[in-house]
């Protein structure tokens, strides 16, 4: 098993995908091993989904450059991701901005993922349990927002944590299939795109889906 090959087949990958290259960097220095179980230690750097436990996953790379790319961000600005999972988008987005603030709902997962990023040196992400709120509305506003679990609609209570101009990436659609869409705060009229089908765990709260 040599994952730096398998890596570096993964960039290359990924290098025709993503017109970002920032994107593509942060991902180079952020080892995903670290943030899979051991039987997955293999397949690291495949392009897919991976089992984390709990029933959750740590999503396709290609997913997550996706997402990231989409919220363009800047090294100055403050992102909340919901859904930390293992950590490991997390750390990408901790690559390119100021500061992360990220949510997960299962208590083990956010010790895990604590853990983790603190071991490879990470000291601007707070990680968090989520509330039965959606989001971290204590250290609104929010430059972007990222949501890695699919949404039944896009949560009005995410929004007003959004500052203005500021831009959220989420799943919306049904518990099996989903709509990724970013939305982009606006004073008028928010602008909505869309940006291709995908499949995410639901999202679980207030303004979600029920367990």
Same mark, same amino acid.
């Given at each position: #098993?040599?994952? =730096? +090959? ?7 990958? @990924? ?20 943030? &899979? ?11 897919? %989904? ?9 999503? =396709?790379?290609?997913?997550? +450059? #996706? ?28 690559? @390119?901005?100021?500061? &992360?603030?990220? *949510? ?13 990023? +603190? ?12 509330? $039965?709120?959606?989001?971290? +509305? ?13 949404? %039944?609609?896009?949560? =009005?209570?995410? @929004? ?10 989420? %799943? ?5 299939? =989903? ?8 004073? $008028?009229?928010?602008? *909505?795109? $869309? ?6 765990? %639901?999202? *679980? ?7």
């Amino acid at each position: #098993m040599d994952l =730096q +090959a398998a890596k570096a087949k993964l960039i290359e990958y @990924l290098n025709q995908e993503i017109e970002d290259k920032r994107v593509i960097e942060a991902m180079k220095r952020v080892p995903r091993e670290a943030f &899979v179980p051991r039987e997955h230690y293999y397949a690291a750097y495949e392009n897919r %989904p991976l089992g984390i436990g709990f029933e959750q996953t740590i999503s =396709q790379p290609l997913i997550v +450059a #996706m997402m990231v790319q989409a919220l363009k961000l800047k090294d100055s600005e403050k992102v909340l991701e919901l859904g930390t999972g293992s950590g490991y988008e997390a750390a990408i987005l901790a690559e @390119l901005a100021k500061w &992360v603030v990220t *949510v997960e709902c299962i208590p083990e997962l956010t010790e895990s993922a604590r853990r983790i990023l +603190a071991e490879l040196g990470y000291s601007n992400i707070e990680v968090h349990i989520a509330g $039965k709120t959606l989001g971290w +509305a204590d250290k609104a506003p929010y430059d972007a927002i990222i949501v890695s679990a699919g949404a %039944p609609s896009i949560p =009005q209570v995410l @929004l007003e944590q959004l500052d203005w101009e500021g831009r959220m990436v989420i %799943p919306v659609g049904s518990r099996w299939q =989903q709509e990724l869409v970013k939305i982009t705060r606006h004073r $008028k009229a928010n602008k *909505v795109e $869309k940006l291709g089908g995908c499949y995410f765990v %639901p999202l *679980v709260g207030e303004g979600a889906w029920e367990k």
